[in-house]
């Protein structure tokens, strides 16, 4: 079992957006290529995450398939051109490799915004997906549980996860400063490009429902709203919808501003308006503070914020790899003991074996008190013949030495005609 654990990854770090795109899985997807992972290779602990910048699949299996899982993936996809783009992956060959990487996506080292809270929970779903399909072994739950422990760790005693470091995800906080927590501001967000998308997808993640979209290209702002069940609006209606919104967000390509000072002084305003222009050039007239009500943030204040998150993640990094650092030590000894665990059993079996036989020849002269007596007697005698064993065979374990006391063991009781289970009432 040790070392068998491996991954195949594609991600933004490897490959353009338009590459991930083709290879991107959905859950469906997901779910029928783990099938087709145990069917056809007979691939063990298996974990495939897909999310928009990344793409990658973590098995065990006593041969290394990165190569023929990365044609699968490809042809599942209909590219039949596999070569080309296998230089899109990355191969992680050995289980130290596989194991590292998969602790630095799920805390969020790897993530385009350092420090991502979107990333556990899309783990979490992949994880989930494997557990219920039966493809998560004891390996992979006490590897995901590490895991998940460490995050919880990272998010407690380092700056890891503070604030906002990417522009969308900063607007998004600023909005709930703005209004209050807990409030439900009506948003309105003009403009679908990556930023508006990304926007939307924080909207969702913060629970904000009462959401419009507006976008010149209509069928755009519908599938993003069918996506998390915002309102669509026509980009003609836009004086209108802004005088309905509590918070405008503006990230929209144009030469001259789109709102305007004059638009807004015709709409008499009687509330509070926020307005946020994430757009470059600025779609939002700098002017339009003079109106009464009215509160502008533009990209530069977004982003100063952004970058001060940013900053104090990237200080972080050294604290948050020592502690991912010493919880893959404590899974690797774990997974270490993994191996001599079936030796254990038996040894504990042959045992018990020796023990029940020799009871079994002096119980007829015996009363059930004095059989029970000597039930406890002989299970003590066999606990503390075991116990010497068994911590030297998980300390051979962790100095990497497991193997010859394995043989040893094997050797002098014959253990290889034990079953590898624990006897019942050797406990």
Not at 173 to 194: D, F, K, N, R
Not at 305 to 319: G, K, V, W
Not at 367 to 383: A, G, V
Request: charged share 25%; proline share 3%; hydrophobic share 45%.
């Amino acid at each position: 079992m040790y070392d068998s654990f491996k991954a195949i990854s594609l991600s933004h770090k490897t490959a353009p957006l338009a590459v991930r795109e083709l290879i991107a899985l959905n859950e469906d997807e997901s779910k029928q290529l783990l099938i087709q992972l145990q069917e056809f290779f007979g691939a063990s602990e298996l974990l495939v995450i897909s999310t928009c910048n990344r793409t990658e699949i973590y098995y065990s299996a006593s041969q290394n398939l990165n190569r023929e899982i990365a044609r699968l993936l490809l042809a599942g996809k209909g590219i039949t051109s596999t070569e080309e783009y296998l230089s899109y992956f990355r191969f992680f060959d050995t289980q130290v490799e596989a194991v590292q990487h998969l602790f630095e996506v799920c805390i969020g080292l790897h993530s385009q915004v350092v420090g991502d809270m979107q990333i556990p929970n899309q783990v979490k779903q992949a994880y989930q997906a494997s557990a219920d399909l039966g493809m998560a072994g004891p390996f992979l739950h006490r590897l995901m549980h590490t895991i998940f422990f460490t995050n919880k760790r990272v998010a407690q005693e380092t700056s890891f996860r503070d604030g906002a470091a990417s522009v969308s995800y900063a607007a998004v906080e600023l909005i709930e400063e703005l209004v209050g927590e807990g409030a439900s501001p009506s948003v309105l967000v003009v403009g679908l490009g990556e930023i508006g998308a990304d926007v939307c997808e924080n909207l969702a993640a913060r629970k904000l429902n009462r959401i419009t979209l507006c976008n010149r290209t209509r069928s755009k702002a519908e599938a993003l709203a069918a996506k998390h069940q915002f309102r669509v609006a026509d980009f003609g209606n836009l004086a209108e919808e802004i005088r309905n919104a509590d918070v405008v967000i503006a990230s929209v390509m144009v030469e001259e501003p789109l709102i305007t000072t004059d638009l807004l002084s015709s709409l008499n305003l009687l509330t509070f308006k926020y307005f946020i222009d994430l757009s470059v050039p600025r779609s939002i007239e700098a002017a339009i503070e003079q109106v009464p009500g009215v509160l502008l943030y533009n990209i530069d204040h977004i982003r100063s914020r952004a970058d001060e998150a940013l900053n104090r993640r990237l200080a972080a990094i050294p604290q948050v790899e020592a502690i991912i650092e010493q919880s893959i030590s404590d899974f690797n000894d774990w997974s270490k003991e993994m191996i001599v665990s079936p030796t254990i059993n038996k040894f504990k079996n042959a045992l018990e074996q020796i023990r029940k036989e020799e009871i079994a020849r002096h119980l007829k002269n015996l009363t059930s008190e004095e059989s029970e007596k000597i039930d406890k007697i002989t299970r003590s005698i066999m606990q503390k013949i075991i116990k010497m064993p068994v911590l030297q065979l998980k300390a051979a374990c962790k100095r990497g030495e497991a193997d010859t006391l394995i043989d040893v063991l094997t050797d002098l009781f014959d253990l290889e005609k034990q079953p590898n289970d624990v006897a019942h009432g050797s406990h």
